[in-house]
């Protein structure tokens, strides 16, 4: 059997393949990092988006809710 893992954090994976090669039953056949869709820049912008939700500095709200209160107005 194949599972395929993906590991959001890269700054994991080394702790992810350390930990995981010590089990006998388990085979590392490939490792491989898939280019970003979009440009770094964007990247970035995201990740600082990221941490002000995470620090509490910011919030957001689920596209569907923003998405219906749009609905609703006539523009």
Not at 13 to 35: A, C, G, R, T, W
């Amino acid at each position: 059997m194949e599972l395929t893992i993906n590991i959001k954090e890269h700054q994991k994976i080394p702790f992810f393949l350390e930990h995981h090669q010590e089990f006998d039953y388990v085979e590392i056949l490939n490792i491989s990092e898939e280019e970003s869709t979009f440009p770094k820049e964007h990247q970035k912008i995201l990740e600082e988006r990221l941490k002000k939700i995470e620090s509490g500095e910011t919030s957001f709200r689920s596209w569907d809710i923003i998405k219906h209160k749009y609905e609703r107005k006539i523009i």
